[in-house]
């Protein structure tokens, strides 16, 4: 079955450290990757996509996310994070159907919280 | 270029009531796709339209209903409001046909079932 899990719950990272927030899939085919960014009472803004090719892929703010096929794993990062990072964090797959993406698999999310 | 819309914001109903939620696509997207978001949890997905048919449903009971119109705009109707129908409601349009292509969500409509 198609699944995505998000092992982190709640993370909290100091202003100017380093993140790094994970996510597994379970997927039968070459899966279409997304990690959204939703803060408090607000909808799902995406950060990055992963389609094919390199397997490193840049987003917005910063953010970046590599795809490891063997680890089953699509981990997003950032070098250093800045207090309105703070917000929960989704990672989904794309579930295909006639070629085109018809729906996304979320996972439960990470909450993340940055001390000044 | 104009982003998802989705009206109202918020809305409160009794159990056993039905309700109607409207979602106004991206301009340039062809389908629309409905999620539910409980407390704590990521969205899960309830139906997509694209020209104006059902394209694709999740786990969800045909109390869970939908339209698209001409211009592409959605609604999502729920007949019968159960308690655990409380949940904000997002609405994300995208480009049918194009491979791996990516929705855009609306803010939500949080909808409370009392």
């Known amino acids: 079955a198609q699944s995505v899990t998000q092992p982190d719950i709640h993370i909290t990272v100091s202003e100017g450290a380093s993140l790094e927030l994970r996510c597994n899939y379970s997927y039968g085919a070459t899966p279409y990757l997304f990690w959204y960014v939703q803060s408090p009472g607000q909808g799902l803004q995406l950060l990055l996509k992963?389609?094919?090719?390199?397997?490193l892929v840049q987003g917005i703010k910063g953010f970046e996310a590599e795809f490891k096929r063997s680890q089953s794993s699509f981990n997003l990062r950032k070098p250093s994070v800045h207090w309105s990072d703070a917000a929960e964090y989704f990672c989904a797959v794309g579930a295909l159907y006639g070629g085109a993406t018809n729906k996304l698999i979320f996972g439960t999310g990470t909450l993340l919280a940055v001390q000044p | 270029e104009t982003g998802v819309t989705q009206s109202p914001t918020h809305l409160i109903k009794t159990r056993g009531q039905q309700v109607t939620l409207r979602c106004s696509s991206q301009?340039?997207?062809?389908?629309v796709s409905w999620y539910q978001q409980a407390l704590g949890q990521g969205p899960q997905f309830i139906f997509q339209?694209?020209?104006?048919?059902?394209?694709g449903r999740g786990n969800f009971p045909p109390r869970f209903s939908g339209l698209q119109f001409p211009n592409y705009s959605s609604e999502l109707n729920v007949n019968a409001l159960e308690l655990d129908d409380s949940a904000l409601y997002l609405c994300a349009s995208s480009l049918q046909g194009l491979a791996g292509g990516e929705q855009y969500f609306g803010p939500g409509t949080r909808l409370t079932v009392t």
């Open positions: 301009s340039g997207h062809n389908t």
């Open positions: 992963y389609f094919s090719g390199d397997t």
């Open positions: 339209y694209y020209r104006e048919e059902e394209n």
